[in-house]
């Protein structure tokens, strides 16, 4: 941008004014700007003395508001104005005041733009200090820091969380990042010798399905009423209709549970968590064959019950180890009939800390 005879008008209108409409912020939204914002200074404030001394007043330029999350300043300069001490001192002071309380000050003079912690001292380095060049740039570079997402992440009130740690570091109640489960065997097993069409398709499904890798993509670890500890998965597919099917057998909502005081962070004495549920397929009904990669229709009515344990430790907010899933099939149509399924592998499961 040409900067030639800006002055500090032409640095709002320009470059400010932009760059926070790009950041995600408009006036009277829950991501607001308050333009000139007048604060006044109370003795008590400054640590002046007197009772005759009267309050000072200062005017924030922008004051940006992330309702219910935080706030940050900016003030703006014009391009000969230097970002010194003075400069730094004033805008810290415009983001500590009562009325604002401010996690970030940032300083921008058409020539540089500069981020300051509430908590720092005018004379340290800022988090952050840009060259100015348009403002979608700017916006681009500052995004993960300044956007709404970013400080309703970043600087949200601390949630108050009373409960017993689930593990050292964490809360009573932490979301799960991501993570991986690993099939690496699968077997099966029938107490009829079946035709050798069907004798086929299982040993081909178990070799499909064994390697498997599955992607983790969230959930949550958490505490009950009597102090046990509960963990729910959220994990993708490789095809619509067997996300379809998780969901509507509510997969998706079954809970690992774990009796131990804590979770584990001994390899050698790890924590258990145990799962078990059923799951009901009517004649008919819409399935997807692996083998196949393409959906058909149940031949039989199946009532699966399953049981599954996770055995493992956490180390840096990672939860890893081996776990056994069992399958146990009975067809109502054919009563003598049982097929038992089984998978072994391990896991990796990612825990947010914050």
Not at 31 to 53: C, H, M, S, W
Not at 174 to 200: K, T
Request: proline share 5%.
């Amino acid at each position: 941008m040409k900067i030639e005879g800006a002055n500090e008008t032409d640095v709002r209108e320009e470059i400010a004014a932009p760059l926070l409409a790009a950041l995600g912020y408009k006036r009277g939204t829950c991501n607001d700007i308050a333009r000139e914002l007048v604060l006044t200074y109370e003795r008590q404030f400054l640590g002046r003395k007197k009772p005759t001394d009267p309050p000072l007043r200062g005017r924030a330029d922008y004051v940006l508001t992330v309702i219910g999350a935080g706030r940050w300043v900016l003030e703006t300069k014009a391009p000969n104005e230097p970002i010194d001490v003075d400069a730094i001192e004033q805008a810290i002071s415009y983001a500590r005041h009562p009325e604002v309380s401010a996690s970030y000050s940032v300083i921008l003079n058409g020539v540089r733009l500069t981020v300051h912690h509430t908590s720092q001292a005018s004379t340290e380095a800022p988090l952050v200090d840009l060259p100015v060049s348009d403002p979608e740039s700017l916006a681009e570079q500052l995004s993960s820091l300044l956007s709404p997402a970013a400080i309703r992440r970043d600087c949200s009130p601390p949630a108050v969380d009373l409960g017993k740690p689930l593990a050292e570091g964490l809360r009573s109640r932490a979301e799960i990042r991501g993570g991986e489960i690993h099939h690496e065997q699968f077997r099966w097993l029938s107490n009829f010798q079946l035709p050798g069409e069907q004798l086929n398709r299982f040993n081909e499904m178990c070799r499909r399905l064994s390697g498997l890798r599955v992607t983790v993509t969230g959930g949550t670890v958490r505490r009950d009423d009597r102090s046990r500890i509960r963990a729910r998965l959220t994990w993708s597919m490789p095809h619509d209709e067997l996300v379809r099917f998780a969901i509507d057998k509510k997969l998706m909502d079954v809970e690992y549970l774990a009796l131990g005081d804590q979770i584990s962070a001994v390899r050698e004495a790890p924590t258990v968590f145990d799962v078990i549920g059923e799951v009901e397929v009517q004649e008919g009904e819409t399935l997807f064959n692996l083998m196949q990669w393409d959906t058909e229709s149940a031949g039989a009515a199946m009532k699966m019950r399953y049981s599954g344990r996770a055995t493992g430790y956490i180390a840096d907010y990672v939860f890893r180890g081996t776990f056994t899933a069992n399958y146990y099939c009975d067809f109502p149509a054919l009563p003598s009939l049982r097929l038992d399924m089984e998978t072994v592998g391990t896991f990796r499961v990612e825990i947010d800390n914050r």
